[in-house]
């Protein structure tokens, strides 16, 4: 249950009036070109992680005032992957994953939510124990960088808006979305939502089988913003809201910020 639309975010720096306040903020920053076989690498963290830095002190915000970090990021199409170099997998669409997986990972290393000597290329959409839980990653064929936005609170901001976030322990958490919205602002003020979903790579939810993986006509990561975009929509009560699927190293493994 997702309605189609578009959210606009804009940043002002000249004009503006009245007393700095606690107020959503921004910081954008746009990483260099990723060579095809550095994409799900953790040289790829690496780089993103130094990215996500940047446009935090952009938007001067800190650590703790980070509520969102939104990232664009590149695949392994045919044309690019040639036999001279090695790549992280010859399949486009599971590089999509390994590539998400990096980034989210490089989102957590740049927030100390895990530390450099966690980190290997093996962790890389492996170790499920290692994620962000503010980080929310996708990757398309139109781009050969990252491009990231954070967002937070800024105690110098002169915006009406607060940004809040939990994180869904699975996909059906309604006590994680209930538990975000106090953080932002009142039920009657919700602007957006944004969210991510992952089919639990267990196959169970909640002690339940769940057949999404299995299924042989629709992608699991289409199954699971339906899910997921639901399960908000009943909570807020406002379709307009934003699921992107897979998490990869965003939130525990079947859940996601």
């Known amino acids: 249950m997702l309605s189609p639309h578009i959210t606009i975010f804009t940043r002002q720096t000249e004009g503006l009036e009245g007393s700095p306040q606690l107020g959503l903020a921004l910081g954008v920053h746009h990483t260099r ?20 830095r940047c446009a935090i002190a952009t938007a001067n915000l800190t650590h703790e005032n980070v509520h969102f ?12 992957n040639t036999q001279s170099v090695s790549t992280i997998t010859q399949d486009s669409y599971k590089s999509m994953a390994y590539s998400r997986g990096a980034a989210a990972l490089g989102v957590a290393l740049a927030l100390e939510e895990i530390q450099p000597e966690q980190l290997t290329n093996a962790n890389i959409c492996t170790n499920y124990q290692l994620y962000s839980s503010v980080a929310s990653t996708s990757a398309g064929i139109e781009l050969q960088n990252c491009e990231i936005l954070v967002l937070g609170n800024a105690v110098n901001s002169h915006s009406n808006y607060l940004i809040g976030h939990s994180v869904m322990e699975h996909a059906l958490d309604t006590a994680a979305v209930q538990r975000a919205i106090p953080k932002a602002t009142n039920p009657g003020q919700i602007i957006n939502v944004f969210a991510k979903a992952e089919a639990d790579p267990s196959g169970r939810i909640l002690g339940c089988r769940h ?17 997921v975009g639901a399960v908000l929509a009943s909570v807020i009560q406002d379709p307009m809201i934003y699921v992107s699927g897979g998490s990869e190293h965003q939130g525990p493994s079947g859940g996601g910020p």
């Open 69 to 80: 970090v939104q990232i664009k990021c590149p695949l392994i199409t045919a044309s690019r």
């Open 211 to 227: 057949t999404m993986i299995d299924d042989s006509d629709i992608n699991h990561t289409r199954m699971a913003r339906t899910v």
């Open 33 to 52: 070109d990723f060579l095809v076989e550095e994409i799900g690498t953790l040289a790829m963290v690496q780089v993103v992680a130094e990215g996500v």
